[in-house]
Nanobody
Framework: QVQVVESGGGLVQAGGSLRLSCAAS????????MSWFRQAPGKEREFVAT????????YYADSVKGRFTISRDNAKNTVYLQMNSLKPEDTAVYYC?????????WGQGTQVTVSS
């Protein structure tokens, strides 16, 4: 079955960096887009970034553009989110999402906390 597992979250000071990883299994990873979403306390879940299966094209939320970079390694079935210049408002649980055919598969999330 399709599984996505996030890792790499933690506590970092404002201005610092973190790299999140998402290991995927159960489907042909190289053939599907992968995305990152996040949910801050008391807020709705929001889109962060997506990477297509071909080219690959990337797209970012305005709030992270220029600071975050999404990438993928198809040989390792893994998608990454490099987060630089982190801000306290980036504090959230970060989720990896695989859109396989018509269904979205979500991981359990990884907590990112940015202290001021």
């Amino acid at each position: 079955q399709v599984q996505v597992v996030e890792s790499g979250g933690g506590l970092v000071q404002a201005g610092g960096s973190l790299r999140l990883s998402c290991a995927a299994s159960g489907f042909t990873f190289s053939s599907y887009a992968m995305s990152w979403f996040r949910q801050a306390p008391g807020k709705e879940r929001e889109f962060v970034a997506t990477i297509s299966w071909t080219n690959p094209g990337t797209y970012y939320a305005d709030s992270v553009k220029g600071r975050f970079t999404i990438s993928r390694d198809n040989a390792k079935n893994t998608v990454y989110l490099q987060m630089n210049s982190l801000k306290p408002e980036d504090t959230a649980v970060y989720y990896c999402v695989a859109r396989v055919l018509t269904r979205d598969y979500w991981g359990q999330g990884t907590q990112v906390t940015v202290s001021s």
